[in-house]
């Protein structure tokens, strides 16, 4: 990795394109790369383009656009013009896009044809332009076209205006679990500073490639998977699809990825419909003294079903369920552990591969410093709080939240919940504003009370929220399990059912009725066993009272997280 001096986004692409010249940078799955030398003079195209269009300094220029080699280079051209870029996640509303270009005031925008879209009601009074080739896509009438002749001369001439640290590079408006979308503001210094930070976790290397499969617009992937890998002069590949299972598999194949970020969605879904019922076929299985050979098997077929040359694999944006971090663990899969937000550029603290500590978050990144306030009994858990260059200056036009996320002494205040040991290792336990507060003062984390829901095996998703009868779980049943009650049903009491809960779903439904109040019966009786089950392992005061069957997926965020404030309110309405 190259000496940073200046910290700024600019000096990144600068110093890449000289040192890493010919390597690849960035390609889609099966096309050509562009080369670091090619860094340069793209984006100082993309520069001098918003220049003629009449862009200045600290003016906002949105992007939009599925991951590709061109999206990186219209945010490094952004950059370099001085101006502040407001990347977009393609996954939100063509209504949410809108409100983020009034409220941003972005006047340009570099999106991809597919997208374009989505801003047919918002294009009045603003330039769009192709992200692929810079073509202008719409324009006000008296925007003036520039020619290719134009844009040589002026990309020929052009001149990088002074851009420090502390300028704001970027502003990211957040998917938010909350039900209120945020611009959070993040300058050079914040995104720069927490990638050379990374470093204690990885150290990539020239030789290394990463598969990027999370939206660029989220700053997980930006930073860790984008920002990062340029610094040491890595490869980054992208997919031309949405990564599912037969996507990603081939991609897999291809690229053989050495770096590789995900949520914890992604693995559990591998885990728990194919590793585990794998593991559970296998007699000796059920003999626990065995399980971590099994386990380390497992870990084996699991590398190379990912490329055979991953060592590092990072998890984070979510909560890992324990169990399956737990096998990573006996596995030996080079699993790594983050936790950061959008507000902290976003890594606050991490783990090495190989040095992963068990359901903890890991320990600070370089310059970051944590502490946790006041405990709340009796958990002893507090809000996590930090403070360090990564840290963002605020809410973009809202001073009012930016006032509530800083303590008085400026600590940011994270709004998660955990405790902080001896050697500094951090323990997040939940969201502060989702922890529920039990009849007698008790601290009840929905998130460890899901965990235990969706180790069922009969389990896809759950969401645990309180309400006047105590504790209330919505479940979504896996699709197998409801194809089996609909070829079968069941007449069978709860209690027969409980008896048979350790055997096949269809062995518990063999009596079964063909009739839809048959069929509702058995789920409401499986209902009734999945809650038995994780009652028995809950304490008194974090006991599920309520469990109801949750027929559509759960809505989420880009990356993959519950939006938990529409449920118990759609529950009620």
Not at 98 to 120: D, M
Not at 344 to 369: D, K, Q
Request: with cysteine; hydrophobic share 40%; proline share 6%.
């Amino acid at each position: 990795m190259y000496r940073i001096e200046r910290f700024t986004v600019p000096e990144l692409v600068e110093e890449a394109s000289r040192r890493y010249a010919l390597r690849p940078a960035l390609a889609m799955l099966g096309g050509t790369a562009v080369r670091y030398e090619e860094l340069e003079p793209r984006t100082r195209r993309v520069a001098a383009l918003l220049g003629l269009l009449g862009a200045h300094p600290g003016d906002r220029v949105a992007l939009a656009s599925e991951n590709r080699p061109e999206w990186g280079l219209a945010y490094l051209g952004i950059s370099r013009s001085g101006c502040v870029a407001v990347p977009i996640l393609t996954d939100f509303t063509a209504e949410q896009m809108g409100n983020i270009l009034e409220h941003s005031e972005s006047r340009i925008v570099l999106c991809s044809r597919r997208l374009f879209a989505k801003f047919s009601g918002r294009s009045e009074g603003r330039i769009f332009l192709d992200v692929e080739d810079l073509g202008i896509l719409a324009a006000p009438e008296a925007t003036p076209r520039p020619t290719e002749a134009a844009i040589a001369a002026a990309a020929a001439a052009f001149e990088s205006p002074p851009i420090g640290a502390d300028d704001l590079a970027e502003i990211v408006y957040t998917s938010g679990t909350t039900g209120s979308s945020k611009g959070v503001m993040l300058t050079h210094r914040n995104i720069i500073h927490n990638a050379w930070a990374c470093s204690i976790f990885v150290v990539l290397r020239r030789t290394d490639r990463v598969l990027s499969v999370l939206p660029l617009a989220h700053t997980y992937e930006f930073t860790i998977g984008f920002i990062i890998p340029l610094m040491h002069g890595s490869a980054v590949y992208y997919l031309d699809r949405p990564p599912s299972a037969s996507a990603l598999l081939p991609a897999l194949a291809a690229v053989r990825p050495t770096i590789m970020l995900t949520v914890p969605l992604v693995m559990e879904k591998v885990y728990r419909s194919s590793v585990k019922p794998s593991l559970e076929k296998i007699g000796l299985y059920r003999f626990a003294v065995l399980r971590p050979l099994f386990h380390r098997l497992a870990g084996l077929k699991l590398m190379r079903t990912f490329g055979g040359r991953l060592r590092f694999f990072g998890i984070g944006g979510a909560p890992l369920a324990p169990d399956v971090e737990s096998f990573l663990h006996d596995a030996r899969f080079p699993y790594s552990i983050g936790y950061g937000l959008t507000e902290t550029a976003p890594l606050i603290a991490g783990n090495r591969p190989g040095r992963v500590r068990l359901h903890t978050t890991g320990v600070a990144a370089s310059g970051v410093e944590i502490r946790i306030g006041e405990p709340r009994a009796p958990s002893g858990a507090g809000e996590i709080q930090v403070r360090g260059p990564n840290v963002t200056p605020g809410y973009y036009k809202d001073p009012e939240r930016t006032a509530e996320a800083f303590t008085p002494d400026r600590w940011f205040r994270t709004g998660d919940l955990g405790f902080l040991d001896e050697s500094g290792t951090v323990t997040v336990r939940g969201r502060l504003k989702t922890m529920i507060l039990g009849a007698s003062g008790e601290n009840i984390y929905p998130e460890e009370v899901e965990a235990l829901l969706n180790a069922s095996p009969h389990v896809a998703e759950s969401l645990v929220y309180g309400d006047e009868s105590g504790l209330t779980a919505l479940v979504q049943l896996k699709p197998e399990l409801l194809q089996e009650l609909g070829a079968r049903g069941t007449s069978d009491g709860a209690e027969n059912a409980a008896a048979r809960l350790s055997r096949s779903v269809g062995e518990a439904m063999e009596h079964a009725g063909e009739s839809l109040e048959n069929i509702e019966r058995a789920a409401a009786q499986m209902l009734e066993l999945i809650k038995r089950e994780a009652n028995g392992r809950l304490a008194g005061f974090s006991r599920i009272g309520t469990v109801r069957i949750q027929h559509e997926p759960f809505e989420k965020t880009p990356t993959q997280k519950i939006k938990r404030f529409l449920y118990p309110r759609r529950n009620q309405d």
